[in-house]
């Protein structure tokens, strides 16, 4: 059974820094398109960052310049390093494994970033 395993999200105060992990096991990780996805309270879950296979890499425009997706196949983790955090980044983090021509896609269960004073 596929896992993808989020860790490293907890309370930070507004400007500081979280990293982000997403452990992947029993797939083909260097195959798969790599997400960050966010969901806050009442709205939709929307893309944080991908990337791809071969390493590259989109944003959403609201974390330009303050987030960087990483990924290191061979440990089949991606991570997700987050600076100069704001409130309205706080959401449930979750981790994505795409893979487009197979047609399979998975989700991890979800870390809890807060950004608060």
Request: positive net charge.
């Amino acid at each position: 059974q596929v896992q993808l395993v989020e860790s490293g999200g907890g309370l930070v105060q507004p400007g500081g820094s979280l990293r982000l992990s997403c452990a992947a096991s029993r797939i083909v990780f260097s195959i798969y398109d790599m997400g960050w996805y966010r969901q806050a309270p009442g709205k939709q879950r929307e893309l944080v960052a991908v990337i791809g296979s071969g390493g590259i890499t989109n944003y959403a425009d609201s974390v330009k310049g303050r987030f960087t997706i990483s990924r290191d196949n061979a440990k089949n983790t991606v991570y997700l390093q987050m600076n100069s955090l704001r409130r309205e980044d706080t959401a449930v983090y979750y981790c994505n494994a795409h893979a487009l021509r197979l047609g399979f896609d998975y989700w991890g269960q979800g870390t809890q970033v807060t950004v608060s004073s």
